[in-house]
């Protein structure tokens, strides 16, 4: 009986690798780490029992990596001169500058193209009612206030200056933090 199982050929299935062991030899070498705990199919398996290797077929189910996708290449944009900011007016003055029931508020225009630039500056514009925490959505912010993007949605903010010699106006528990527009922060 021993004799009868030293004869039996036994069939390893080992990744797409089929090596055939008898008891009298095994012929070639199998090209693949038994050890190795690993999906990936060897790049070359080798010569096994003297048959010629007929190429690497992947397991069932096996799903190659995509191929990298190429570098990202900057689009070609003409130099782009910023246009000169337009100034009506001084936000952080007493004075302003600005007619009866205006105000000045800085704006930022931003671009709509790939290509183009921001444009800054400060105009006399008609003041809302809407101060510190109030909805910017559907109302105008009062005098020295802006309207700034926050995790509440639009509110209005305490204008105030970024500069070191600027003077606090934030009510106590805010702070002047800068916005888009440079020089300038909202009191959140």
Known sequence: M???????RMVIAVGATVLCCGASACGGEAGVDLNRRSANVPASVGVDAGVADAGVVPPPGFIPEPPEPPPFEEPGCAPVVAPPPINECDPLSETSGCADGESCFPFVDYPT???EVERFGALCLVAGPGTQGDSCARQACAADHICVST?????CARLCGMSSDAVNVCAPGLLCLPIDIDGFGGCL
């Open 113 to 115: 193209g790939p290509c």
């Open 151 to 155: 995790g509440r949605g639009t509110q």
């Open 2 to 8: 021993l004799n009868a199982m030293l004869r039996a």
